[in-house]
């Protein structure tokens, strides 16, 4: 999907989420360069950064998240 300056800010917003929870992409900014990011129990998703980045499997991304607590709720520490 494609950045549309005609949407507002709200709209945008519901667009990378919806790309997000359909397993894609989406680039954002940060203080000093643009991040990449997915749903980070996404493992497709999570892949492709790497081929995106070419970085090297053995190398770890980061994972931002707003709460601990979303951690705990996944699937993955839930054992699902």
């Not at 980070?40 to 601990?68: C, G, H, N």
């Amino acid at each position: 999907m494609e950045y549309d300056a005609v949407l507002s800010l709200e709209g945008q917003l519901d667009l990378a989420v919806e790309t997000l929870l359909t397993g894609g992409i989406v680039a954002f900014p940060t203080d000093t360069i643009y991040g990449l990011g997915s749903v980070f129990d996404d493992t497709r998703a999570v892949r492709r950064i790497y081929q995106i980045k070419s970085r090297l499997p053995v190398k770890a991304l980061p994972l931002i998240i707003a709460d601990y607590r979303d951690i705990l709720a996944s699937s993955l520490v839930a054992g699902e």
